[in-house]
């Protein structure tokens, strides 16, 4: 019987030495932790210089873009696999490349004001290979003469 506790106890001291050094737990760090660390270094990161921009003041009818600049801030590439935007007045341009990291590229946006007035705002929300959602805003105010008239006629 002794013997078979002694066994016993040798085992379990060799199965909880190769469990200390792989979690470490002087530091203070979990095992968990330490590869979620490993995971976010390796992975790719959007990360986007300015992600609203205001056009000002517009007349219906314009045609006008915004390039939005990111960059690829993570350990892995990137790819930009979706887009989708609040409202069919918009057009998106952006690569379907990798981007490696460091490397920069650009979502454009193209809003078009055709039969739009007052102030507007309009999202476009972009979605990478690594599944992190980002969301991009432009703004207007548009000066509508049609739109106008109708106001001033009572």
């Keep these: 019987m ?4 002694f066994i016993i106890t040798i085992i379990s001291s060799l199965l909880l030495i190769p469990i200390h050094y792989c979690c470490n737990f002087n530091s203070g760090n979990s095992g968990s932790q330490k590869v ?4 976010k270094k390796s992975s790719g990161k959007i ?14 009818g314009e045609i006008v873009s915004f390039s939005f600049i990111f960059r690829n801030v993570g350990g892995s590439g990137l790819k930009l696999i979706k887009a989708e ?9 952006y690569s379907l490349d990798e981007i ?9 946006l193209i809003l078009n ?4 007035w007052g102030n507007l705002i ?5 979605e990478t290979s690594d599944g992190e959602k980002k ?12 739109f106008n008239l109708l106001n001033t006629q009572k």
């Design 2 to 5: 002794k013997t078979r506790s």
């Design 36 to 39: 979620k660390e490993l995971v």
């Design 47 to 60: 990360v986007f210089d300015k992600e609203i921009h205001n056009f000002g003041t517009l007349n219906d």
């Design 85 to 93: 935007r609040s409202c069919g007045c918009i057009e998106l341009h």
């Design 100 to 108: 490696l990291p460091g490397e920069t590229s650009t979502v454009e």
């Design 113 to 116: 004001t055709a039969g739009e």
């Design 122 to 126: 309009k999202v476009a929300t972009i």
């Design 135 to 146: 969301e991009l805003q432009i703004g207007a105010y548009i000066e509508n003469k049609q």
